[in-house]
């Protein structure tokens, strides 16, 4: 059995291979190459949706006839997968970062933009009363309630979302570019390669843990604790 | 301390239940339950008069559910009445303004703020920092929360909360205070303490006019210049009584204990004294 494992297969790779594989891939570059260029476009492309989600997010909420007539479109736009909108993507932006990028865009998007709208809407109307009360102008009210209100909310979606494109990352780079771990499965398959394959997988889960770790660190500040602790 | 601040001319509000009207093009709308629903309105406050002089303190008595809270915001501006007006200094409030703070029932410190990030905003007026913080730091001090002014008000407790909020209110220089029950969430002796401060406040603040609705008839015994107590909706003013006796005052004296039972005769308690 051990034996197995560690010599492989026919249809998988064994771990010795596998040992072997990562250390030519890490020395040779390969592999910290691909991941640069992967953690990049997630880097943009949730930037990009982040800087569009939250405001249009916040905007919608506190505006309910927009939010009315919004809330049909994004819940309609919502189910389409990111993926199903590869040719689109391809067909605007043609070959390279940039359809990758929308696709990223796209599975981010629509997360960090429900929540935001959702979280904004039902602040507690009270805090309205107080702000209006004394007299506070809509961008202190914005300052002051609204964005600190939600950013608990913002940063749970913030983390579910870059769940979601870290996952997609690897889709959207099968498709339109030369690089990326994406990349990197779909080429070392057709070499068949399935241990560079299988070092790809492994680095996929490596990073899509760090960048976990590292957001959820986020909600351990101190602008959102209140929410945890609140009775 | 002769001149009206707060007249209350004719006030009647209504509530529409079912909030919004029915839509036109509701295929339900003819329904079971439905049918009346865009005329089913409340009236919650019935033609109420009341004239409040600067300075007074006034405690505010009924039933729940009988208005109090309504008649609060209504002077707040949160509420437009449905009929009548409410004016101060002879203008008509039309909507909500520093000069009279709403103290709320449930609280309503910003959580993700600290104490004196709170009353800061209530020191918008005040530009220099330096002064905004010495200023903030003295609202602090009257309530006594000095030592707790970078705390988050979840780590407060529930008497040093209210007592925050009540710092809030008046570093808005309010010349009306409207507190809805502002000690009702706390235990006992919390409450007795805070008594004891809303007179220190009071007396500090001679010139702010204070309305004050609780539900312990004690509370309002040991606080007020004059009681109005409300009667079940549509709410009428169903006794007005001017307290004379001189603070700090003694609850079992003969004034004030006959003043305890005519309350309680006047909110249908007959049981309790
Ligand atoms: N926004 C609203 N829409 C419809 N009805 C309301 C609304 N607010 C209050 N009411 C109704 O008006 C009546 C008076 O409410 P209000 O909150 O003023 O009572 P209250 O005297 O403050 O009671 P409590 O002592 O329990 O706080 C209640 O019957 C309540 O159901
Ligand atoms: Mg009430």
């Known amino acids: ?231 | 301390m002769s001149e009206n601040k707060i007249l209350i001319d004719n006030v009647t509000v209504e509530y529409r239940n079912g909030g919004s009207p029915r839509k036109p093009w509701s295929l339900f709308g003819k329904g079971r339950n439905c049918g009346s629903a865009g005329d089913d309105v409340r009236t919650v406050l019935h033609d109420i008069n009341i004239e409040i002089k600067t300075g007074e303190f006034v405690s505010v008595l009924g039933h729940s559910g009988c208005g109090k809270s309504t008649l609060l915001k209504v002077i707040a501006g949160f509420v437009r009445p449905t009929r009548g007006a409410v004016l101060i200094d002879g203008k008509e409030v039309t909507k909500p303004q520093p000069d009279h703070v709403f103290v709320f029932q449930e609280g309503s410190l910003f959580p993700w703020l600290t104490i004196r990030e709170n009353i800061s905003l209530a020191l918008r007026s005040v530009k220099d920092p330096r002064e905004k913080e010495e200023k903030a730091a003295y609202y602090l001090e009257l309530v006594g929360l000095e030592n707790s002014h970078s705390q988050y008000p979840y780590m407060l407790s529930g008497g040093m909360r209210q007592r925050a909020e009540i710092a809030r209110a008046i570093a808005a220089q309010p010349d009306i205070l409207l507190m809805d029950e502002p000690f009702s969430a706390l235990d006992y002796l919390t409450r007795l303490n805070l008594r004891e401060e809303m007179l220190y406040l009071h007396v500090m603040l001679p010139k702010t006019t204070i309305l004050f609705v609780t539900h312990d008839i004690d509370e309002a015994l040991q606080l007020c210049n004059r009681l109005i107590i409300m009667s079940d909706p549509p709410s009428q003013v169903k006794c007005c009584r001017t307290i004379k006796a001189p603070h700090p005052r003694n609850l079992t004296d003969i004034e004030l204990s006959d003043l305890r039972s005519h309350i309680y005769y006047h909110l249908g308690v007959h049981t309790a004294v």
């Open chain 1, 1 to 231: 059995m051990l034996n197995v494992l560690w010599d492989g297969g026919s249809n998988f790779p064994g771990i010795a291979q596998f040992g072997k594989a990562f250390i030519e891939l890490a020395t040779n570059g390969d592999l910290w190459r691909h991941s640069i260029a992967s953690l990049f476009r997630v880097t943009l492309g949730f930037y990009l949706a982040i800087l569009l989600a939250v405001p249009l997010g916040l905007f919608l909420g506190r505006r309910q006839g927009w939010r009315k007539w919004m809330d049909p479109v994004v819940q309609f736009l919502r189910p389409i997968s990111p993926l199903a909108w590869t040719p689109f993507a391809m067909a605007w932006f043609g070959i390279g970062d940039a359809p990758a990028l929308f696709i990223i865009f796209l599975a981010a998007f629509f997360p960090i933009l429900i929540s935001t709208t959702e979280a904004a809407a039902s602040i507690h109307p009270m805090y309205f009363l107080v702000a209006s009360n004394l007299q506070l102008t809509s961008w202190e009210s914005l300052c002051k309630i609204i964005v600190p209100a939600t950013a608990p909310n913002i940063l749970l979606a913030l983390r579910v979302s870059l769940g979601v494109a870290w996952l997609v990352v690897v889709a959207a780079e099968m498709i339109a570019v030369k690089s990326g771990l994406g990349y990197l499965i779909i080429d070392s398959r057709n070499a068949l390669r399935l241990d560079y394959v299988m070092v790809a997988m492994t680095t996929i889960g490596m990073i899509g843990l760090a960048l976990d770790h590292t957001i959820a660190r986020l909600g351990r500040l101190e602008a959102v604790r209140w929410r945890l602790e609140r009775k």
